[in-house]
């Protein structure tokens, strides 16, 4: 059976998220596969001598020939398979049954209780900043998640924060396509990572334990509760950033609060206190910090005791008449991103984050 595009970029992830290096050939191999899956046969001058890298991997792709699209593509899917091996098939299984966790995540803590499946943003130390690494981790976790036996799905965060949204380190690495390359890829990785929470088919609950920023914010719209403790803030400062909403808040939050409420929050990047949010429907209730857990978890094992076919049907019916819609915003704030990431605006913010502690 032929391997489909979705096939295509899920191998792609895998590669991403390998946790052993698999060696020089294999990754010459994988880019040669990539390429003439791509691009077709090697359309580019063959290197100097000298330039004993990029030699390698022009050596590699050459080597293909006439391979057809469809056939590297195939084999591309195989060699990941066969890198993948059995311990990170299961890491995005959840094992049905009670009180299981799964491995194989870096910066995720994924685990499956009473029927509720909680994805824990497991990086205290950077207040749960997303890596490139973490929104591929996260879709896979909702993946897992959707196809698993729990009936509800739980994003939180570890530490003090909830988390601090995008981590900015994600300019910082620039491919040798430049930064239109690397805006092109965030731009198609942002849209696929929204797409997966515009999809969720089961009830999905944030527990803001703590402040939220950019994106962990923006995407509450897409959530079906979210319960926040009174320490937790809701921060979009997208202006400040150069940037431009995504999450598809540019649609929900007006839908939610009003126009004006959300022009404050993303327009003038306006912070909100739990109470705020919660006056505006952002937030579904908010919790005193000290009996947080204890009464959020107390009333979602209650719910997770519901029909699960009724809930997830009840969601479906929910939200239907609303996804073509999201999926247009979605790409369409996500082509604006495009523009904005290689402004000097967004350039200068970032690099204003990234030297702060140089010039204290
Ligand atoms: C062309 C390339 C495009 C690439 C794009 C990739 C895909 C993008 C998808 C776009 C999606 C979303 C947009 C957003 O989310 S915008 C919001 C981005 N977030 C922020 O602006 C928050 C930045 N952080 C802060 O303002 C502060 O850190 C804080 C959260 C208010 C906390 O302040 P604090 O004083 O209490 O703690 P602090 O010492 O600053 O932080 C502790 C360490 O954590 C690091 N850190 C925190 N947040 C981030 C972050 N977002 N990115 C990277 N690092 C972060 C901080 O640097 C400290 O680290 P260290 O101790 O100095 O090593």
Redesign the pocket.
Known sequence: MSVTQKDFENAMNQVKLLKKDPGNEVKLKLYALYKQATEGPCNIPKPGAFDFVNKAKWDAWNGLGSLPKETARQNYVDLVSSLSGPSSESSSQVKPGADSKQEGYENLLVTSEDRITKILLNRP???N??T?QM?HEIMLALKAASQDDSVLTVLTGSGD?YC????????TD?PPGG?EE??KN?SF??RD?VNCFIDFPKPLVAVVNG?A????V?ILGLFDIVYASDRATFH???S??G?SP??CSSYTFPKIMGSSKAAEMLIFGKKLTAGEACAQGLVTQVFPDSTFQKEVWTRLKAYSKLPPNAMRISKEIIRKNEKEKLHAVNAEECNV?LSR??SDE?MNAVVN?LSR?AKL
Do not use: M, R
Request: proline share 5%.
């Open positions: 130390t950077k207040k900043a997303i490139t929104y924060y601090s949204g995008n981590d900015l380190t994600n300019f620039i930064v690397k805006a965030s990785l942002l990572f402040p920023v950019g994106i962990s923006t979009t400062p997208f400040h950033l940037q995504e999450g991103l990431w290689q967004c984050f502690k």
